[in-house]
């Protein structure tokens, strides 16, 4: 997702803030969050004349409602999921920092404000990870691709001077969350481009002393000229 985890909540009346973009009070369950969410975005689609970025907003926000709602009903089965995710996650972080890697996680806000930090720890996201030398590369990336579903909030992804290929960046677009690539100093061609143009969610992206050269770089402006792009 913005993989953005923190939400402030808007006074007076104490609402998260995906709550008050879907326009919902309380009380909030499921099935009003997706009739909320259904009625806003045949409206916001850009298939409909919507601006992209409004309508990735309202997808996040659905998101965040969603696991909102899904926790008010039953906090002993959402906290049994998350269990299971952190442990999966933990593993993860464990392999990445033994292998050289940075690690970056956040709590999330309104569980730390409404339940305390016994819930937020085990809501704990991914949001930044660095793996910038030779010792990183496709392997990686595939790793990423396979744990994807644990890795939405991933927003900043470092592989700069690694050995990450083209075929690596092909497995990274699971990630569909990111908003920060670096990919300087590393393998990549211009048969990234296609792949690159993916990154729906991207603001910024590191291409210096890769293969791309100038006509990779012209698609790949073109296909994301909302993006800056660093080369």
Known sequence: MSSQLHHRFAA???RPDFMVLLGLTPPYDVETVKQAYLQKA???HPDRGGNPADFKRLQEAFERATEFAEFKASRLRWLGAQVERYARQE?????LRASGAEVETEKIDWLRHSFGD?????????????????????LHASRFA???EDLLALANLDFSHSQLTDRGVS???RL??????????????????????????LRWIGIQGTQINWWGRWRLHRALPEVVIEH
């Open 12 to 14: 007076p009346d104490d």
């Open 42 to 44: 045949r409206a916001a």
């Open 91 to 95: 593993q993860l972080i464990a392999e």
């Open 118 to 138: 016994d819930f937020a720890q085990v809501a704990e996201r991914v949001v930044a990870i660095k793996l910038s030398g030779a010792q990183f590369g496709d």
């Open 146 to 148: 396979s744990d994807a």
């Open 171 to 173: 497995q990274l677009t």
């Open 176 to 201: 569909s969350g990111l908003r920060k690539l670096d990919l300087s100093r590393t393998g990549i061609t211009n048969a990234s481009v296609p792949w690159l143009a993916r990154f729906a969610s």
